[in-house]
């Protein structure tokens, strides 16, 4: 178990999806939890920062990740083995800004058609996020709490992992886009109303017929 933990909380540092203290990780297994110990290195882990605690609120959480609740509430609402949280750069940018994220690129739009992203006061760990996250992962593999970070969830924790890599690659493409201005379309000119083309080719004058009118 503990290896499994670690070599995804190495792949998610390294590639930037959480900082050093950052993000949580855990994997259910009937009615026990695995999940990440409160201020652990995600890209360090080792014996002891991986602790179990009960499906059911109780006493053994007190060295859980803050997260603990949030992870129960999507466990009983959703089909999730394993979940991820981690703190993505580009995906935490655009959720301040977005109302969801829509990936642009093939490869992201292959595992998802949207990341939405959820708006609460006070994000980490809070009962607003207990209560409204689950809801979004119901119908979607990934969500992005504003200002805060994404879920993702998946069979195991590689599959949480691979939804959190597409969606900050997504994002980085987005970003990329955007600062680029390749995202504004260019308006058209307006030059007054259009009268038609010409059945005149260019260059040819006008016959002069006022010889032929009437005198």
Do not use: W
């Not at 109302?99 to 490869?107: F, G, L, R, S, T």
């Amino acid at each position: 178990m503990l290896e499994q933990f670690q070599r995804i909380g190495r792949l998610l540092f390294s590639e930037r999806l959480i900082d050093s203290h950052g993000g949580n990780m855990s994997v259910r297994e009937g009615d026990k939890i695995f999940i990440t110990r409160s201020g652990s290195m995600l890209g360090d882990l080792k014996e002891g920062d991986v602790v179990e605690v009960a499906m059911e609120k109780g006493g053994d959480d007190k060295n859980a990740s803050c997260e603990i609740n949030t992870h129960r509430a999507i466990y009983k609402n959703c089909k999730a083995v394993a979940i991820i949280h981690a703190h993505p750069a580009n995906a935490i940018a655009l959720s301040i800004t977005d109302n969801k994220i829509v990936p642009q690129d093939a490869e992201g739009l292959h595992y998802y058609k949207a990341a939405p992203i959820v708006r609460v006061r006070d994000s980490i760990g809070s009962e607003e996020t207990v209560r409204l996250l689950p809801s979004f992962l119901g119908s979607n593999v990934i969500a992005v709490v504003k200002a805060h970070g994404s879920f993702a969830i998946g069979h195991d924790l590689e599959e949480a992992y691979k939804f959190t890599s597409s969606l900050e690659n997504s994002c980085k493409i987005i970003v990329a886009v955007r600062s680029s201005g390749a995202s504004k379309k260019s308006e058209p000119q307006h030059r007054g109303p259009s009268r038609g083309k010409s059945a005149i080719p260019p260059g040819i004058g006008v016959m002069d017929r006022s010889r032929y009118r009437d005198r």
